[in-house]
């Protein structure tokens, strides 16, 4: 599984055994979360889609068809079960996983469980091979491609640093990049004398071909990296990966991608879009705990960039990608939680849950472009937005509505203030409902009157 180019060929863990073994494993060594994680299937009923998770725990599995899809996106007494898994107060109405994840209580139990361990001196340490492996299966990656930073600014640093790059040379980036995935590239430009552009976007864009032909025109003979977000932290808007390395690997133009959002948001198949490196940030929609991060590398790159940070065995070649988690001493409960993180998803679903959020999102969507004063700026089309939705804020400045939202609703957003855009946006996910989405817009309507 370590060898080979792409990753669209590893379906998962053979067909979820090894997933479904690891969680037994973890059991077996007398963590406590894999147990909950199963009686969160069984609580749900979750039609099958892991049927093994109980089983794998010790604790007895349900019959049920696997891979059967199970409840749908409007089961409203499957979502309140899901609901009550987190720790949000009944009156809180948060909009802003596109910042950060509210980890239920699975996910927060299991990295309190590791750090109380270390506190007993019986650190369970962390099984890097099985982590690998789920976030493999999740994601269609290939295992060994994978190092775990912090959180996607990190990652996006490793590569920038990295990168052999010379005076003169250009990077291509977006009007739309989050400073995560920005500042890496203007501190290595400063330092190196590298020319960095960053092109406007149309907002929203017609279709897909329109955002390829912006790089298409910018590209020159200096340009040596490209690097993109995979869904903007601005709009929501999907660019298209896949037809950008189309066009700039043949070029030699290697292809970065900040996708902060896409796991646990929207279906991902690292080895089918294939660039040089993506870096991500679990703690958003896949609900890990803050500090849980991951880079991505193409085989290639494995043994070719430079790391960052030197510890031991930073110039093991044969440690491949590994190479980037030798960061010295690290808390590794964050890592605890991004296992359970995985464990949680996978036991509802993850189409269940990606089809859930398309469907509050495109309410939210709906709703807001009945409200006069506000333009909705995501793009209109699902196949080009994903989980977000921007929009003008009218005649009362977006900073002004988000702070009366907070004081009078208790309702948490974002404002999109950077590049000048001055923008309201709300991120839905698995814990808020219909009816949330549907007060969000009055609320929104009762402000701007």
């Known amino acids: 599984m370590r060898g080979g180019r792409g990753g669209s060929n590893f379906a998962g863990m053979s067909d979820r055994r090894e997933f479904l073994g690891w969680l037994g494993a973890a059991a077996a060594a007398g963590l406590a979360w894999p147990r909950s994680v199963a009686a969160l299937e069984r609580r749900l009923g979750a039609g099958g889609l892991l049927p093994s998770a109980a089983a794998a725990a010790g604790v007895g599995a349900r019959s049920g068809a696997a891979g059967s899809f199970g409840p749908g996106p409007g089961d409203d007494d499957f979502w309140e079960l899901v609901r009550q898994e987190f720790l949000i107060p009944s009156d809180r109405l948060y909009l802003n996983v596109g910042t950060l994840g509210p980890q239920p209580r699975v996910v927060l139990d299991a990295a309190v469980e590791h750090m109380r361990r270390v506190a007993m001196t019986y650190p369970p340490g962390v099984d890097w091979s099985g982590l690998e492996q789920a976030l493999g299966a999740l994601l269609h990656a290939q295992p060994a491609g994978f190092a775990f930073p912090r959180n996607t600014t990190e990652g996006m640093s490793f590569v920038a640093n990295g990168l052999e790059l010379k005076a003169g040379d250009e990077i291509l980036t977006t009007t739309h990049e989050h400073i995560g995935g920005l500042c890496p590239w203007q501190l290595v430009a400063k330092r190196h004398g590298l020319t960095l552009r960053e092109l406007p976007l149309p907002v929203p864009p017609a279709d897909a071909g329109q955002l ?3 790089f298409r025109k910018a590209v020159t003979r200096r340009t040596r990296v490209v690097s993109v977000s995979h869904v903007t932290f601005t709009t929501g808007l999907v660019m298209p990966v896949r037809e950008l390395v189309d066009l700039l690997r043949p070029r030699g133009i290697v292809v970065v991608v900040d996708g902060a959002h ?14 040089d490196f993506y870096a991500s940030s679990p703690h958003k929609w896949l609900l890990a705990p803050q500090g849980t991060g991951f ?24 440690l491949g990608a590994q190479r980037f988690n030798h960061l010295g001493t690290l808390d590794e409960s964050r890592l605890a939680g991004l296992a359970a993180a995985l464990a949680f998803h996978q036991a509802i679903g993850p189409e269940r849950v990606h089809a859930r959020i398309r469907e509050l999102r495109r309410r939210l969507a709906e709703g807001l472009a009945t409200v006069p004063g506000v333009t909705v700026v995501s793009p209109p089309d699902d196949g080009l937005v994903a989980g977000m939705v921007a929009f003008t804020t009218g005649r009362v400045p977006a900073l002004e509505l988000q702070q009366r939202l907070e004081k009078s609703a208790n ?35 009762k402000e701007l009157a």
């Open 295 to 318: 880079l991505w590398l193409r085989e290639e790159w494995r043994t070719r960039l430079w790391p960052s940070v030197g510890s031991g065995d930073w110039d093991n070649l044969k």
């Open 262 to 275: 896409p796991p646990g948001l929207m279906p991902l198949d690292l080895g089918a879009l294939d660039p």
């Open 212 to 214: 390829v032909d912006v």
């Open 411 to 445: 309702m948490r957003t974002r404002v999109i203030g950077e590049h000048g855009y001055g923008w309201m946006r709300l991120s839905p996910h698995i814990y808020n409902s219909p009816a949330e989405m549907d007060r969000a817009v009055e609320l929104i309507r």
